[in-house]
């Protein structure tokens, strides 16, 4: 059974700091994983998509890496800002078929102090 | 484009009531999705629909029912609400070229 952890659980930093949160997956075998951002009271965004055939992906501040090989992904965010204090949830689709459900990271709290 | 929508958004309930919870997307998705996310188990499916007229059990489908309405509604009943009921319900749903799923902005139930 696929298994997603994400450590640390909480994460405090000083605004501007560059940062990198980290997920872990049992099962190598994945179809893709998706990083998400959940504001306190929130639904959940989409911040990005990897396919498992990708090594990364890029979108403004934000970078995700994919290494199904050891089972991680990381989140990298440049020159952090108090508006991106958040709770960032990975999320793993399992197999090599489109048609498995997502299995979900714990999350990590990350709050930027101005 | 609304993406996903949930109504309502906030609900209490007493033990033993009944109520349905409405989820909908415009982004014309085959897949759509009920989680629960409680504090300290993350998010848990609930129900989930490959496709208009088809429903599936997910990890905790016990004190619930589904029903795909049509492809762009997905509603969740609950019967005789228990307070182990009280939670945060998430609907979401996938593209079908990529798989990217995305999220409702969730209804907070509290059963009392």
């Known amino acids: 059974k696929q298994e997603v952890t994400q450590i640390p659980a909480a994460l405090s930093v000083p605004e501007g700091e560059n940062l990198v949160l980290n997920c872990s997956f049992t099962?190598?075998?994945?179809?893709?994983l998706q990083w998400f951002r959940q504001d306190p009271g929130k639904g959940l965004t989409s911040l990005l998509l990897?396919?498992?055939?990708?090594r990364e992906q890029t979108s403004g501040r934000l970078n995700a890496s994919l290494d199904k090989s050891s089972g991680r992904s990381t989140l990298y965010i440049a020159a952090s800002q108090p508006g991106d204090s958040a709770t960032y949830l990975c999320?793993?689709?399992?197999?090599?078929?489109?048609?498995?459900?997502?299995?979900f990271g714990e999350g990590t709290q990350l709050t930027v102090n101005p | 484009n609304a993406g996903v929508t949930q109504t309502p958004k906030f609900q209490v309930l007493k033990t033993g009531q009944s109520m349905t919870l409405q989820c909908a997307q415009d982004m014309n998705h085959n897949s759509m999705y009920w989680y629960r996310q409680d504090p300290g188990m993350g998010l848990r499916l609930i129900y989930y629909s490959a496709s208009e007229g088809t429903t599936d059990k997910g990890e905790v489908p016990n004190g619930y029912n589904v029903s795909r309405l049509n492809k762009r509604e997905f509603s969740l009943r609950l019967e005789s609400a228990a307070p182990s009921q009280t939670s945060v319900y998430f609907c979401?749903?996938?593209?079908?070229?990529?798989?990217?799923?995305?999220f409702g902005p969730g209804t907070r139930l509290t059963v009392l």
């Open positions: 979401a749903s996938r593209t079908g070229v990529i798989n990217e799923q995305f």
């Open positions: 099962d190598s075998a994945i179809y893709n």
């Open positions: 990897i396919q498992s055939s990708q």
């Open positions: 999320a793993v689709r399992p197999g090599e078929t489109s048609g498995s459900r997502l299995t």
